[in-house]
């Protein structure tokens, strides 16, 4: 039987939060924004990457000309964005224009995840790379459809038994058209139905 603490462990809830600051962010002031997130019983302080100066940079519409840095922090004490944004601003004396402090899965931090563009165009890839797992037998081709009919005969067999129905057992000798890949190799169809009739003319 687990212990109180083994079940404590597994229902542990974390908070992840993705902590964006606007203009020069220098290594100590990083230092200590890691420190004071210990405040929330800090799991996990990563630094994800800085982009670029921008002229508009997302996220911060009254600034212009800055780059940003980029956090990902995880923590296990609750808190929400607005509390973490009022503490980070007043404990580093950032300016909260400076600083944005959203969830990860939030709709906007999803559309800025970059997209991998491929080139070409997807018709002229004829081994279909961007499919998963691309196993063409499984769609078409004369393994599909044998195991397609299988299938089918199966269904109906179990109909037959459930409508009471007796199902008798046949020998490839009395269907020999089982073996058979099309219709035309079965032996009763190797005749053409003209020379089977009959001309009515003759008696």
Same mark, same amino acid.
């Given at each position: 039987m687990r212990s109180f603490?083994?079940?404590?462990?597994?229902?542990?809830?974390?908070?992840?939060?993705?902590?964006?600051?606007?203009?020069?962010?220098?290594?100590e002031q990083e230092t200590a924004l890691e420190s004071l997130l210990s405040r929330y019983q800090l799991s996990s302080f990563k630094k994800t990457g800085?982009?670029? +100066?921008? /002229?508009?940079? !997302? =996220?911060? %519409?009254?600034?212009?000309?800055?780059?940003?840095? +980029?956090? /990902?922090?995880? !923590? =296990?004490? %609750?808190?929400t964005q607005f509390e973490l944004t009022e503490y980070i601003s007043g404990s580093l004396a950032i300016t909260k224009e400076n600083i944005v402090v959203r969830?990860?899965?939030?709709?906007i931090e999803t559309y800025q995840v970059p997209v991998v563009r491929r080139e070409g165009a997807l018709l002229t890839d004829g081994e279909y790379k961007e499919a998963?797992?691309?196993?063409?037998?499984?769609?078409?081709?004369d393994k599909y459809n044998t195991g397609f009919v299988k299938e089918l005969n199966d269904i109906l067999k179990l109909q037959r038994k459930e409508r009471g129905e007796v199902i008798p057992e046949s020998s490839d000798k009395d269907q020999p058209?089982?073996?058979?890949k099309f219709n035309t190799d079965a032996p009763q169809n190797n005749s053409s139905p003209i020379v089977q009739a009959k001309d009515p003319r003759k008696k």
């Open positions: 603490k083994e079940y404590l462990s597994e229902s542990k809830k974390t908070y992840t939060f993705r902590v964006k600051v606007a203009g020069g962010f220098s290594k800085t982009t670029p +100066i921008q /002229e508009l940079p !997302l =996220d911060f %519409p009254k600034l212009r000309n800055a780059e940003v840095n +980029i956090y /990902e922090v995880v !923590l =296990d004490y %609750p808190t969830s990860p899965n939030e709709p998963e797992n691309a196993n063409f037998d499984d769609f078409y081709g058209s089982i073996k058979a």
